[in-house]
């Protein structure tokens, strides 16, 4: 399918979203189309593998009698006897099982035929799908999806009908198009890009712009060494602890390819957005052991794997990446000044955990690893105990790159944001800074990025050039020390254009020439007006 289409699809679906949601919030609804774009994805999947294993005894879609119902359902109506040994098998080639009538064919025939028990058979089948249909555990991956609330409907009869309409209208959409399982996780990409947009502020809480996305995966990705030598062969694993709907590890995971990270890690804090998070993994085809998304608070730390105090055991990952709420406000303790993350750097002051955040992330990095992190501008140059921090990290050799990037390109804030690249063994002993604040085209809502801007980007960092005029610098720690630790961009790369230098000698002499010519242009200009009769102009003594 071409990319045209994929955009396409995600376009018919966002405008049967639009039209369907009626006065329901537009976040609300979003769990709603997620959910059966999900399930969709899930049932497709799981009915190749079945037609694949069924061979010639997979039933035709199309036989007479078959009344609309899934193939599976007519095969488990004849098979009953073999019902269980083929869910075993299932479990082995597809690795999850679905029933016959919780499959999206199923649920959309009763969507289309107005079936009263469309609602109670959704809710089971969710419930199915949460505990039963994997081998590890998705307990409430729906629970954000109350189909039993009276925003879909006053009464049951209500919310079922309101189902059937949002279900039928979403089938026919998908109906138009080839969906394989690429297309169906770009189209989910896609609409949590356009409800992100509509969510104003709180779209920073789950949503990566895709082009701020690509920078940091593609350092990720790269030798964190030598980043010249390019792109790592495997990663064992990569972590996002503050990973919203997971789309900027999936986008770790794109570059790398499919089987290019051993596991992938996230963490996040809301309870919707972990859910898109696990839905997003598996309908990218990420398998249920290729990853874990943990719900609880990064910055309490409340997650035991990593909580672990066997150093043998403790989880240190091979990259980490993330874009944490700015400036977010917390609430450090005496005992977290304790706390092995942050005790030989310091607390984040209240008002604003940026740091914490880092220094969490930097905690688990791998000694030959990389972190890129998303932070406002104010962590390169605000006093107090930031200023103690970041010194402490520059002293210590661990702050690799700072990368400028333009105003208002997230759907939260206008603000100017920046990247630290950090590795705890770095080979150079100079900060490489990129101010990359005036490259962006205009948009309506937002500014955005090109491939021109993100590949000069990442080409500077990887080059590592000494200097490119008006754009990056490699800056020695002598300079740094001389400017306070500070790190504002424009102290090392300004971006303003240098003044023209004005000739002076060189100049005069034109003014002189202007001069000789004014005067004898006034001079045949007056003979004219004599011979007229008329006054003449004035001329200088």
Same mark, same amino acid.
């Given at each position: 399918?071409?990319?045209?289409?994929?955009?396409?699809?995600?376009?018919?679906?966002?405008?049967?979203?639009?039209?369907?949601?009626?006065?329901?919030?537009?976040?609300?609804?979003?769990?709603?189309?997620?959910?059966?774009?999900?399930?969709?994805?899930?049932?497709?999947?799981?009915?190749?593998?079945?037609?694949?294993?069924?061979? /010639?005894?997979?039933?035709?879609?199309?036989?007479?009698?078959?009344?609309?119902?899934?193939?599976?359902?007519?095969?488990?109506?004849?098979?009953?006897?073999?019902?269980?040994?083929?869910?075993?098998?299932?479990?082995?080639?597809?690795?999850?099982?679905?029933?016959?009538?919780?499959?999206?064919?199923?649920?959309?025939?009763?969507?289309?035929?107005?079936?009263?028990?469309?609602?109670?058979?959704?809710?089971?089948?969710?419930?199915?799908?949460?505990?039963?249909?994997?081998?590890?555990?998705?307990?409430?991956?729906?629970?954000?999806?109350?189909?039993?609330?009276?925003?879909?409907?006053?009464?049951?009869?209500?919310?079922?009908?309101?189902?059937?309409?949002?279900?039928?209208?979403?089938?026919?959409?998908?109906?138009?198009?080839?969906?394989?399982?690429?297309?169906?996780?770009?189209?989910?990409?896609?609409?949590?890009?356009?409800?992100?947009?509509?969510?104003?502020?709180?779209?920073?809480?789950?949503?990566?712009?895709?082009?701020?996305?690509?920078?940091?995966?593609?350092?990720?990705?790269?030798?964190?060494?030598?980043?010249?030598?390019?792109?790592?062969?495997?990663?064992?694993?990569?972590?996002?602890?503050?990973?919203?709907?997971?789309?900027?590890?999936?986008?770790?995971?794109?570059?790398?390819?499919?089987?290019?990270?051993?596991?992938?890690?996230?963490?996040?804090?809301?309870?919707?957005?972990?859910?898109?998070?696990?839905?997003?993994?598996?309908?990218?085809?990420?398998?249920?052991?290729?990853?874990?998304?943990?719900?609880?608070?990064?910055?309490?730390?409340?997650?035991?794997?990593?909580?672990?105090?066997?150093?043998?055991?403790?989880?240190?990952?091979?990259?980490?990446?993330?874009?944490?709420?700015?400036?977010?406000?917390?609430?450090?303790?005496?005992?977290?000044?304790?706390?092995?993350?942050?005790?030989?750097?310091?607390?984040?002051?209240?008002?604003?955990?940026?740091?914490?955040?880092?220094?969490?992330?930097?905690?688990?990095?791998?000694?030959?690893?990389?972190?890129?992190?998303?932070?406002?501008?104010?962590?390169?140059? /605000?006093?107090?105990?930031?200023?103690?921090?970041?010194?402490?990290?520059?002293?210590?050799?661990?702050?690799?790159?700072?990368?400028?990037?333009?105003?208002?390109?997230?759907?939260?804030?206008?603000?100017?944001?920046?990247?630290?690249?950090?590795?705890?063994?770095?080979?150079?002993?100079?900060?490489?800074?990129?101010?990359?604040?005036?490259?962006?085209?205009?948009?309506?809502?937002?500014?955005?990025?090109?491939?021109?801007?993100?590949?000069?980007?990442?080409?500077?960092?990887?080059?590592?050039?000494?200097?490119?005029?008006?754009?990056?610098?490699?800056?020695?720690?002598?300079?740094?020390?001389?400017?306070?630790?500070?790190?504002?961009?424009?102290?090392?790369?300004?971006?303003?254009?240098?003044?023209?230098?004005?000739?002076?000698?060189?100049?005069?002499?034109?003014?002189?020439?202007?001069?000789?010519?004014?005067?004898?242009?006034?001079?045949?200009?007056?003979?004219?007006?004599?011979?007229?009769?008329?006054?003449?102009?004035?001329?200088?003594?």
């Amino acid at each position: 399918m071409t990319e045209q289409n994929q955009k396409q699809l995600g376009k018919t679906l966002w405008s049967i979203a639009d039209q369907l949601r009626g006065a329901m919030n537009a976040d609300d609804f979003r769990d709603y189309m997620l959910a059966f774009l999900f399930l969709r994805y899930l049932s497709d999947n799981y009915e190749q593998a079945a037609k694949k294993e069924l061979g /010639r005894d997979y039933p035709d879609p199309n036989a007479i009698g078959n009344g609309g119902r899934s193939s599976l359902s007519v095969w488990y109506e004849q098979n009953p006897g073999d019902v269980s040994a083929f869910e075993r098998q299932m479990r082995l080639k597809a690795h999850y099982v679905i029933r016959p009538e919780h499959l999206w064919a199923s649920i959309a025939h009763m969507a289309r035929t107005q079936d009263s028990e469309l609602l109670n058979t959704l809710q089971a089948g969710f419930k199915y799908i949460e505990n039963e249909s994997f081998q590890s555990t998705f307990s409430g991956l729906f629970s954000e999806i109350n189909l039993g609330s009276e925003k879909l409907g006053k009464t049951y009869a209500d919310r079922n009908a309101k189902l059937c309409k949002i279900i039928n209208e979403i089938a026919k959409g998908l109906a138009k198009f080839s969906t394989d399982s690429d297309t169906l996780g770009d189209a989910y990409e896609y609409l949590i890009g356009q409800f992100a947009a509509g969510s104003g502020k709180k779209a920073g809480e789950f949503y990566t712009p895709q082009r701020i996305s690509d920078i940091l995966s593609a350092i990720a990705t790269l030798d964190s060494q030598e980043p010249k030598t390019g792109k790592r062969q495997h990663l064992a694993s990569v972590m996002d602890f503050t990973c919203g709907s997971g789309s900027l590890l999936l986008n770790v995971r794109k570059r790398m390819g499919s089987h290019g990270i051993a596991k992938i890690y996230g963490q996040e804090k809301n309870i919707t957005t972990y859910n898109l998070a696990r839905m997003n993994m598996l309908l990218h085809g990420v398998r249920d052991w290729e990853f874990e998304i943990y719900h609880g608070d990064t910055l309490t730390n409340d997650w035991d794997m990593l909580r672990e105090t066997n150093p043998a055991k403790k989880p240190y990952f091979d990259a980490v990446v993330a874009n944490p709420p700015f400036s977010y406000r917390w609430h450090p303790s005496e005992t977290l000044g304790g706390d092995v993350r942050f005790k030989n750097y310091g607390l984040a002051p209240k008002s604003a955990a940026d740091f914490a955040f880092l220094l969490h992330g930097f905690h688990y990095l791998k000694d030959d690893g990389v972190m890129a992190i998303i932070l406002p501008h104010g962590v390169l140059f /605000r006093g107090g105990a930031e200023a103690e921090i970041r010194r402490k990290l520059l002293d210590d050799g661990h702050i690799d790159t700072v990368i400028g990037l333009p105003a208002n390109l997230f759907y939260s804030t206008g603000i100017p944001v920046c990247i630290l690249v950090l590795k705890k063994c770095k080979k150079p002993d100079d900060v490489l800074f990129i101010n990359a604040s005036e490259h962006f085209e205009k948009g309506k809502r937002q500014n955005y990025m090109s491939d021109r801007h993100i590949e000069k980007i990442i080409d500077t960092y990887q080059q590592r050039p000494e200097n490119i005029e008006r754009y990056a610098r490699r800056v020695e720690m002598d300079e740094i020390e001389a400017n306070d630790f500070n790190l504002n961009i424009s102290r090392y790369v300004s971006t303003a254009e240098p003044e023209v230098e004005i000739d002076l000698v060189a100049t005069h002499a034109e003014l002189v020439e202007i001069e000789k010519q004014i005067q004898a242009s006034t001079a045949r200009h007056n003979a004219f007006l004599k011979e007229l009769g008329l006054s003449t102009l004035p001329t200088p003594d």
